[in-house]
């Protein structure tokens, strides 16, 4: 992803206290390539988000490190996209490419990379005042009422939106039927999944074309539960849930002399993020996520990666290592939703949401 564009700052990015929906210094992001995990809460964070036809935008911290997603990328999924699909954007991982991004409402320009247009467009937003950032942007972006349709990927196609509608609120769209946990959820996944493979081989060309992008979508989500840190899924999947509380509380209590803060719902976010990767990051899998992307770098570092993998793998051994305060340990599968929803408790408490 190509560096934060800071009007205020043309040497570098701006502080992150300046980032968000209520930034008083309007800041350009542009992803042009792949925006995932922190970067891609950075990316969600500016106030202007540029997309590309190389974007990809991806939250892989349950999959790939064991962690809680980004604070600022679970709060800007929570104000701007469908709970369903927050939920299986930020659990999953899946790849969202610019088409998606636009979509859903995450991007608010795209810019072709096509005749030098999106460097030509860099340029001269180095060059522009401050209060004229958004004329070079306005003419070098394309239409957003016509997207590029050849970016789209299946999560958003109305089979694929209905599916997951129904894996996080039932049949009948109910918040009374929203899955507790995490195995749950994959329980719904798998039903929604053994009804598109029925319908895969009906002799109905429709059919088949909507089953087809349900199943590649489930698929992909299905692998990702397998492959992630169970405590890592069922503390994300928590942290939604009580940005959401806090999202509807906010928004019962509002009336027309007191509009609700835009920031309350991303510092929560932040906050929660923060309190509970604190104490994952003295996980079993956090240490493990470590070690096997060492070893994954492995053929391309020699010798050097092998040597921080099993630095890596062992950190809590080391004799002379000083004890972590807190580590979390081993749980059975039956134990992780408790252990979880009592993380999510205790950095509620922190940051003084009850």
Request: charged content about 20%; overall charge negative; aromatic content about 4%.
């Amino acid at each position: 992803a190509r560096p934060l564009a800071s009007p205020r700052d043309r040497g570098g990015p701006p502080p992150l206290a300046s980032l968000g929906p209520a930034a008083t210094t309007e800041v350009i992001a542009v992803a042009d390539g792949a925006a995932l995990g922190f970067g891609a809460g950075l990316w969600l964070a500016a106030s202007l988000r540029v997309c590309t036809e190389a974007t990809v935008v991806a939250l892989p911290e349950c999959r790939a490190m064991a962690l809680c997603p980004a604070g600022c990328a679970l709060g800007a999924l929570e104000r701007t996209v469908p709970t369903h699909l927050a939920h299986w954007i930020a659990l999953t991982g899946y790849p969202l490419t610019s088409r998606d991004c636009l979509d859903l409402g995450l991007a608010t320009h795209f810019v072709s990379r096509r005749d030098e247009r999106l460097d030509t467009l860099l340029d001269e937003l180095r060059r522009a005042p401050e209060h004229a950032l958004g004329v070079p942007l306005a003419s070098r972006s394309a239409d957003l009422s016509d997207p590029p349709a050849h970016l789209a990927s299946a999560l958003t196609t109305p089979a694929v939106d209905a599916a997951l509608r129904r894996v996080f609120f039932g049949d009948d769209d109910d918040d009374n039927v929203v899955p507790e946990t995490v195995a749950a959820v994959v329980a719904r996944v798998e039903a929604e999944r053994a009804k598109a493979a029925a319908s895969v081989g009906s002799c109905a060309w429709r059919t088949r074309e909507m089953a087809e992008p349900v199943l590649e979508v489930l698929d992909h989500g299905l692998e990702a539960f397998k492959a992630a840190s169970p405590v890592a899924l069922e503390t994300t999947y928590r942290v939604q849930r009580a940005l959401r509380r806090r999202a509807a509380s906010d928004t019962e209590t509002t009336t027309t002399t007191t509009p609700p803060s835009v920031m309350a719902v991303d510092q929560l976010a932040a906050r929660l993020a923060t309190e509970v990767n604190a104490k994952l990051v003295a996980s079993p899998d956090f240490v493990e996520a470590v070690a096997r992307d060492a070893a994954a770098r492995a053929p391309r570092r020699g010798s050097a990666a092998a040597a921080a993998a099993s630095v890596a793998a062992a950190p809590r051994s080391h004799k002379n290592r000083t004890p972590q305060p807190w580590v979390l340990p081993t749980l059975d599968d039956d134990a992780v939703p408790a252990f979880a929803a009592s993380l999510v408790a205790d950095a509620c408490e922190a940051v003084g949401v009850v």
